[in-house]
């Protein structure tokens, strides 16, 4: 069965203190791996998709990258403004159907 | 741009009672999708429609039926609501199924069932 786990669930940062985001993911046949951003009370917002290992994704502080098992969102020097819940999804099959994660709630206090 | 519409924004429901959502894109995309997301359940896929005249199961289908209306609108009913249909629902559109900048989201109906 496809799954995607992310962890932590929840990270609290101090503005400036760089960190990652894990997703784990089991897909058979992955087609690609996305990356969005949540901020409260509105829809997920688009980050990144990634397609094989070794493939490396950023903007402004946010780097995605990929291996055949996990994916990482690392965050460097983040602020305030970077705190929102992170969600990570996996494309597998012909469906297009995406499969997301809990999604992990990043807080980063000044 | 508008993006991905949904409306309501916010439901107050009684259990039995029926309702639509609706939700509708103007950036002509093919594929439409409804998720809802549970605290602790991430988002769940409840049908999808990969495009206009096609539509799918996701995930948790029961208790909800879809129209893909026309090419721009999608719309989720509940026939007979359920407590445990409270969730947030997000509608979301892509260009194709396999598209690789993923999906564009509505900001959400926030529905209770009471």
């Known amino acids: 069965e496809d799954q995607v786990t992310q962890s932590p669930e929840a990270l609290r940062l101090q503005e400036g203190e760089s960190s990652s985001l894990n997703c784990s993911y089991t897909?058979?046949?992955?087609?690609?791996l996305f990356w969005y951003r949540q901020d409260p009370g509105k829809g997920p917002e688009f980050l990144f998709t990634?397609?094989?290992a070794g493939e490396e994704k950023e903007k402004e502080r946010l780097k995605a990258t990929l291996t055949k098992k996990e994916s990482f969102l690392h965050i460097t020097a983040p602020k305030p403004e970077d705190s929102a819940t992170y969600l990570c999804?996996?494309?597998?099959?012909?469906?297009?159907?995406?499969?997301f994660g809990q999604g992990t709630t990043l807080q980063v206090k000044p | 741009n508008a993006g991905v519409t949904q409306t309501p924004k916010f439901q107050v429901l009684k259990t039995g009672q029926s309702m639509t959502l609706q939700c509708a894109q103007d950036?002509?995309?093919?594929?439409m999708y409804w998720y809802r997301q549970d605290p602790g359940m991430g988002l769940r896929l409840i049908y999808y429609?990969?495009?206009?005249?096609?539509?799918d199961k996701g995930e948790v289908p029961n208790g909800y039926n879809v129209s893909r209306l026309n090419k721009r609108e999608f719309s989720l009913r509940l026939e007979s609501a359920a407590p445990s249909q409270t969730s947030v629902y997000f509608c979301?559109?892509?260009?194709?199924?396999?598209?690789?900048?993923?999906?564009?989201f509505g900001s959400g109906t926030r529905l209770t069932v009471v």
């Open positions: 979301a559109s892509s260009e194709s199924p396999m598209a690789n900048y993923g999906y564009t």
């Open positions: 897909v058979s046949g992955l087609r690609g």
């Open positions: 990634l397609y094989s």
């Open positions: 999804a996996v494309q597998a099959g012909n469906t297009g159907k995406l499969i």
């Open positions: 950036m002509n995309h093919n594929s």
């Open positions: 429609s990969a495009s206009e005249g096609t539509t």
